[in-house]
C-alpha cells in the first residue's frame, strides 16, 4: 500500500501561477534559491544527461535583456506591440532565472526527450518557488524561441535554447482562479 503524502497533493491540487507582472519585491535570496534549484535539478532525466542548466538573472541583468530584446525585435523588422511583449517581461521583472535546454550527444537519448526534460525542469522550478511561498511564473514569448537572441543575451552555445523563464518574487495580488480542464474530455480510460 502506498504512503500518501496529502500536503503535497493538496499542493498540486490547488497550485496557481501568478502573473509576473504582479511579482515585485523581495525577491528570493541566494540561499533561498538553492533549494528551490536543487528540487529542479531532481526532473527525470532519462540517460542521467543533464540537458538542462540555469542562468539566475537578478534585475540589472533583466534590464539588460530587456534591451537586448528590443534590439533583437528591431533587426527582426517586428512592430513596436510585439517589440514590447518581448522586452516587458525583463524589464518589470526583479529576479528571473533561465532554464536553457542543452542538447547532448547520445546514441540511445533521442533529442525530444532531453527538450521534454528541459520543460519538466521549468515546472519543478515553478513548483518549487510557490511551494516555498513565492509568487513565480513560467514565461517564454518570442525571445525564449528566437536562437538571436538567445546567443547575444544569454551567450548561449548552438546546442543550446531556452526552455522558459521563471519568474520569482512577492506577489501583490492573488489571482482569481481559472477553468481547469474537463476531466470527462481528456481522459481516456483503458484498463482492460
Not at 497550485?15 to 531532481?42: D, H, M, Q, W, Y
Request: charged share 20%; glycine share 8%; with cysteine.
Amino acid at each position: 500500500m502506498p504512503t500518501p503524502n496529502p500536503a503535497a497533493l493538496e499542493f498540486l491540487l490547488s497550485r496557481r501561477s501568478r502573473p509576473a507582472k504582479t511579482l515585485t519585491t523581495p525577491v528570493p535570496s541566494r540561499e533561498a534559491l538553492l533549494p528551490l534549484l536543487s528540487a529542479a535539478a531532481r526532473t527525470p532525466d532519462h540517460g542521467k544527461l543533464e540537458p538542462w542548466r540555469f542562468v539566475v538573472l537578478g534585475k540589472a541583468a533583466l534590464a539588460r535583456l530587456g534591451q537586448t530584446a528590443r534590439l533583437r525585435a528591431q533587426e527582426l523588422g517586428y512592430d513596436t506591440e510585439k517589440a514590447d511583449k518581448g522586452a516587458n517581461q525583463f524589464e518589470t521583472g526583479t529576479l528571473a532565472v533561465a532554464v536553457i535546454e542543452v542538447q547532448r550527444d547520445s546514441p540511445k537519448i533521442p533529442p525530444l526527450e532531453m527538450t521534454y526534460s528541459a520543460g519538466a525542469a521549468c515546472l519543478a522550478l515553478l513548483n518549487a518557488a510557490l511551494a516555498a511561498g513565492w509568487g513565480a511564473n513560467w514565461l517564454s514569448g518570442w525571445p525564449s524561441h528566437d536562437a538571436g537572441f538567445g546567443q547575444a543575451a544569454l551567450g548561449l552555445a548552438e546546442n543550446e535554447r531556452i526552455a522558459g523563464f521563471i519568474h520569482i518574487g512577492t506577489e501583490t495580488a492573488t489571482p482569481p482562479e481559472r477553468p481547469r480542464p474537463d476531466l470527462e474530455k481528456i481522459v481516456t480510460w483503458a484498463l482492460d
